[in-house]
C-alpha cells in the first residue's frame, strides 16, 4: 500500500488511502516519513483522534447509540451560561415573569431546531459541519463562514470562562481570576485534546453533579420565599422589550447550528434521521428551558430583596447564585458554587473541539495542521483574551458577542433554502465531492446573500450603542425592538433563491 500525498488541487489527501467516495482511512494518517505522519503516529499511541476535517468512511461509523448525542448537548447547556440567560430577563429587558417564561419557551423551541436538523446530516454524509458548509458556500466562499465560527468559537469560550472563574472568586477572594481561567481552560483542553470519543464520554455525565446542583438551587429558592411574580407589561413597549430578550435567547440556543454534525459523524451510515433528531432535540430543550427558567424566576428575588440585588449588582451571577446557597448552606453552597464554576467546560469543550475543524477549513496548509495542535493554540489565545476580559472588558467582550450571533440566522437561510429548494432534500447531496472546488457550487450567490443578510440584521438589531432603522419602529423609540434575526434570515433566504438561481443557470453547479 502506497503513502498518502496533500492533493494540491482537491485541497485533500489521496492516494489509495482515499476511497471511491472521498472517505480517509485512520491509518492513512499516520503512513509515510513526514513531521505530519510522525506527529500523528504520536498522537495514535495515545489514542488521540486523528481526524480533522477529513470525511469519516461508512466501514468507520460505528459510534452506535444516539443516547450520547442527546447527553453531549444536556451537558453543554447544564450550565450557568444558560441560567445567566433567563436572569437577563427582567433587569435588563424589565419584563415579568410569565412573559419571560413564555419568551424562553417558543425562542428556545425555534432555535435548537436547526441544531437538531442538520445533526441528522452527520451519519448519512460523515462530514463535519463546517465542510458540509462547502455544499452551500463553496469551497473558498466557506472560508468565511469558518471565519465566524473561529469568532465564535474562541470568543464564546472566553466569555464563559471569565463567568466561571467569577464564580470561583465568588466564593474565595483570594483565588484571583486568572488562575480561575486557567484551570477552567486547562480542563476543557485536555478533554478536547482526546478528541470525539472522549468528548462524548466526558458529556454522558457531566451534567448529572451539575442537575443536582441546580435542583439544590431550585429548593432553596423556593424554601426562601423571595421568588415575586412580576407582573407583564402590555403595548409597544412590552412587544419591544420581549423581542431584544428574544433575540438573547435564540441566538443562544441556535448557536450550536454550525457544530451540530460534528458531534454524529462516526454514527453509522443507516442511523434513523428521526431518533437523531429527537435525541438532539431532548438534548437542548431540556436544560435551555429548565435552566433559564430558574435563572428568570431567581432574579425575582432582587426586586424586593436587597441580599439578592446586592449580590448581583455585586458579583453578576455568582453573586445572585451566592444569595441563594451560601447563607442557608454554608460551606457546602461555597461548594455547589465551585461544581458549577466547573461545568463551564461541559460548556466550552464543544466549543474548542469544534474550533479546531473550522481552522483546517480555512486554507489547505491549515488541514495539514493535525486537529490537536490547532485545539491547542485556539485554548492558548482564548485564555489570553480572558485574563485581561475579566477585569477590563468582559461586558464589552459579550456584546460583541451578541453581535455576531446574527450570522446564524444568515447561515440558516442561505443553507436552508438550498437544501430544500436548490438541492431537494439528502438526495441532492454528492458527499464524495466535498474537497473538489470544481465542483461544488461557486458560492457567490450564497456570499452576496450573506452580505443582504447582514444589511437585514443592522437593520432591525437594538443594541445598546445602535438601534436600526426598522428595529426603531418596535416599542420604545429610543430602545426599540430588536428583529435583526428575523430580518437577517429573511433578506439572507430570499437574497439567496434569486441569486441561486441564476447562479445555477450559469454554472450548472
Known amino acids: 500500500m502506497g ?10 489527501v489521496k492516494g489509495p488511502y482515499v476511497d471511491e467516495t472521498g472517505g480517509v482511512a485512520t491509518e492513512s ?59 437577563l430577563a427582567n433587569p435588563v429587558f424589565y419584563l415579568g415573569f410569565v412573559d419571560t417564561i413564555l419568551t424562553i419557551f417558543f425562542f428556545n423551541i425555534l432555535g435548537i431546531l436547526p441544531v437538531c436538523f442538520f445533526s441528522t446530516f452527520g451519519p448519512r454524509f460523515g462530514l463535519r459541519q463546517m465542510v458540509l458548509s462547502r455544499f452551500y458556500f463553496g469551497f473558498y466562499g466557506v472560508k468565511i463562514i469558518a471565519f465566524f465560527n473561529v469568532l465564535a468559537c474562541v470568543g464564546w469560550s472566553s466569555v464563559n470562562v471569565i463567568v466561571g472563574a467569577q464564580l470561583l472568586n465568588a466564593v474565595n477572594g483570594n483565588f484571583p481570576g486568572y488562575a480561575g481561567i486557567i484551570v477552567i481552560a486547562a480542563g476543557t483542553f485536555l478533554i478536547t485534546l482526546f478528541g470525539y470519543k472522549v468528548v462524548h464520554g466526558y458529556e454522558a455525565w457531566s451534567w448529572i453533579p451539575a442537575f443536582i446542583i441546580f435542583l439544590v438551587v431550585l429548593g432553596e429558592f423556593a424554601h426562601s420565599g423571595q421568588f415575586s411574580n412580576i407582573p407583564m407589561g402590555s ?23 454550525s457544530y451540530a454534525a460534528d458531534y454524529t459523524v462516526y454514527q453509522p451510515a443507516n442511523t434513523s434521521r428521526l431518533k437523531c433528531f429527537l435525541w438532539t432535540f431532548a438534548g437542548l430543550a ?7 427558567m430558574l435563572g428568570a424566576a431567581v432574579i425575582t428575588a432582587t426586586v424586593n430583596n436587597s441580599t439578592y440585588l446586592n449580590g448581583y449588582n455585586d458579583a453578576g451571577i455568582g453573586g445572585l447564585l451566592g444569595a441563594v446557597l451560601i447563607p442557608p448552606l454554608g460551606r ?7 461544581i458549577l464554576a466547573l461545568s463551564i467546560i461541559a460548556n466550552n469543550v464543544p466549543n474548542i473541539y ?48 451578541l453581535l455576531i450571533a446574527y450570522w446564524l440566522a444568515i447561515y440558516q437561510g442561505i443553507s436552508l433554502t438550498e437544501h430544500f429548494v ?25 456570499i452576496t446573500a450573506f452580505c443582504f443578510g447582514i444589511l437585514g440584521a443592522v437593520m432591525g438589531l437594538s443594541q445598546p450603542w445602535f438601534v436600526g432603522p426598522i428595529g426603531k419602529k418596535i416599542g420604545n423609540p429610543q430602545h426599540g425592538g430588536d428583529i435583526g434575526f428575523e430580518l437577517a434570515f429573511a433578506f439572507a433566504a ?16
Open 332 to 338: 457546602f453552597g461555597e461548594f455547589c458554587l465551585v
Open 494 to 509: 430570499i437574497s439567496y433563491f434569486g441569486l441561486r438561481t441564476l447562479e445555477f443557470r450559469y454554472f450548472g453547479r
Open 29 to 87: 494518517f499516520g503512513a509515510g516519513n513526514s513531521l505530519y505522519a510522525r506527529i500523528q503516529r504520536v498522537a495514535g499511541r495515545y489514542n488521540i483522534e486523528q481526524r480533522g476535517i477529513e470525511r469519516v468512511p461508512e466501514y468507520e461509523r460505528t459510534d452506535k447509540g444516539l443516547a450520547k448525542v442527546g447527553t453531549l448537548w444536556l451537558s453543554a447547556n447544564m450550565v450557568v451560561s444558560s441560567f445567566a440567560i433567563g436572569a
Open 3 to 12: 503513502l498518502p500525498e496533500y492533493d494540491t488541487e482537491t485541497g485533500g
Open 286 to 292: 431540556f436544560p435551555l428551558l429548565f435552566t433559564e
Open 354 to 401: 469544534s474550533v479546531s475543524l473550522s481552522l483546517q477549513v480555512m486554507a489547505r496548509w491549515t488541514q495539514m495542521v493535525p486537529r490537536f495542535i490547532w485545539t491547542f493554540l485556539a485554548t492558548l489565545v482564548y485564555i489570553a483574551i480572558a485574563i485581561p476580559g475579566y477585569s477590563h472588558f468582559a461586558n464589552v467582550l459579550e456584546d460583541f458577542m
Open 235 to 257: 403595548g409597544p413597549v412590552e412587544a419591544g422589550s420581549v423581542l431584544s430578550f428574544a433575540a438573547s435567547v435564540f441566538g443562544f440556543a441556535t448557536g450550536w447550528t
Open 422 to 446: 436548490f438541492k431537494r432534500g439528502y438526495l441532492g447531496y454528492a458527499p464524495e465531492i466535498y474537497n473538489q472546488p470544481g465542483k461544488l457550487p461557486p458560492g457567490i450567490a450564497a
